[in-house]
């Protein structure tokens, strides 16, 4: 403080004056041409450095600073403030946390969590990545190297997850904040439900008639709130909703435990406006596993209730367009759409068969189309994170993804009966019931693929070993007490 001071005090002279009255102006005239656009640029040159120095001395900030961006970073780009590509200030806040991670383990190293069988899976699903370059199937290698930029990175945040949380109380900070993201993100769904879109969402919506086609159904839009599109606003829905479940399970008085019932409302009511039939399945399922797994009285009494519950909400008759969506969930039969996917998977399933590598990392989808596009698979529409997998990646990939994802699942399975601690099981067991949301969810829709939610998943996953690594020091803690 007092060195910051002293730079201040050092302004206070003719020629600091002048410094400033120049830097003032110049600051006014870019504004006044550019804009809006201008004042962001100069506050991110001035920030910039400063935010990068302490995501990389305070790991902890750039844990934060990574979730609330990732957020907010469609939000950002709708309202077209910069053309600077603002994905790369994402990658560059995982980059310097990852720079963070080597230069700790210089000083303290501590390469323990590596040990465990989901690192060692992450590993080679990471591995199996940076092989595709050699794919000879692969029709370009700049789809791979745009494809791996993102997808490595994000996947190493695991490994950032695992080694920089360490205590209770940042947990309780990261649940906080992913509820306060959920409630954000289901407050702006009703206000674009009964207000209405903003001017800068209304000139995204009529940016592109593919928008248009994707978005606009049955005479109604379809909702995205904070988030790329309806898929990903709909899931992080989901996310906050499973993870007050598990909070549920916590010792928490009945008051927190009624205010958790109440978002849990509140974000499934705004999932509702996405139109996302996919996620309208995930809480039953999740809720499936939580009453094979806590096998109480209490769980199968809910899980009944709430059965019931669903079996009125799905067969009762209904004008109501939103609710007709909510039923096509679970008549998948009737639903064009899902029979169309059903199609172009057993269109695919000879070509998978035939390619134990696939096509190669973007062959499908953007990449594909902007770097292959006269490619058998350019066209192909995967609408889906397995048959992604397994298309990109063949059918090796997908089997190493499956036994990964086993692997995790398993692990948190383990974890949740072995732990003592209420607390940290009660969050051991959300995370648990994420990860099988989220691989449910991973079939009808691309789950992992976008901003946040690729994000919150590996941190999801790290948090279930996380949690079972405080819970065993702490009774190793009160074991060393009760021997002295």
Partial sequence: MKGFISDITRFKNPAGFVVLLI????????????????GVLIFLAVTGPIIATAIIAFPKFGIIALMLFSVFINFIVR??????PLGTVLDGIQALLILGFFIKQKYTPDWSFLKTPVSLMIIAWIT?????????SAESRMAW???IRGLAIVTLTYFIFSYHIRDIVF?????????GISLM????AYKQQFIGFSGFEE??????????????????????????????????????????????FGPISISKKAILGSLIFFYLSAMIFSGTRSAYILLPAALCLLAVITLSRKTLLIALFGGFFMMIMIFMPTSNITLYRFQSAFKPSDDASFNVRVNN????????RSHPMGGGLGSTGVWGSKFSPNSFLASFPPDSGYVRVAVEMGWIGLLIFCIMMFTILKTGIDNYYKMKDPELKSYCLAMLLIVFAFNIGNYPQEALVQYPANIFFFLVVALINITYKLDKEKRNEESSLLLH
Avoid: H
């Fill in 145 to 147: 190297i745009y494809t």
């Fill in 79 to 84: 309202m077209d403030l910069t053309s600077f």
């Fill in 23 to 38: 830097l003032s102006i110049s600051t006014a005239f870019v504004i006044k041409s550019s804009g809006i656009k201008g």
């Fill in 345 to 352: 998977q057993k269109f695919i399933q000879p070509y998978i």
């Fill in 128 to 136: 199996y990545n940076f092989l595709e370059i050699i794919n000879p």
């Fill in 203 to 248: 000139a995204y919506l009529y940016s592109d008639p593919q928008i248009r086609d994707l978005l606009f159904i049955g005479g109604e839009w379809r909702k995205f709130s904070l988030f790329s599109d309806p898929v990903t606003f709909s899931y992080n829905m989901i996310l906050g909703s499973i993870l007050c479940v598990g909070l549920m």
């Fill in 171 to 179: 947990i309780r900070i990261i649940i906080k904040i992913i509820l």
């Fill in 185 to 188: 993100g289901a407050l702006y």
